[in-house]
């Protein structure tokens, strides 16, 4: 229970990239960089698996 708003912030940072990719806007690419800072310190801290967080990632810039 401790770690839900943690995990919440991350979702939300992807989310967010994903819909500035989708819309075409001017900072998709800052906020990528800002979700893949978010999705490694959620793996950093075990929220998430590290390879899990890796794969996350890839599969953003690759829409971005």
């Known amino acids: 229970a401790a770690n839900s708003p ?3 912030a991350m979702r939300t940072q992807v989310k ?9 806007a001017e900072n998709a690419q800052e906020l990528v960089v800002a979700a893949s800072k978010a999705l490694d310190k959620a793996a950093s801290k075990g929220l998430i698996h590290k390879n899990a967080a890796a794969r996350k990632k890839s599969r953003l810039a690759k829409k971005a």
């Open 6 to 8: 943690a995990k919440s």
């Open 16 to 24: 967010k990239a994903e819909q500035a990719i989708a819309a075409g």
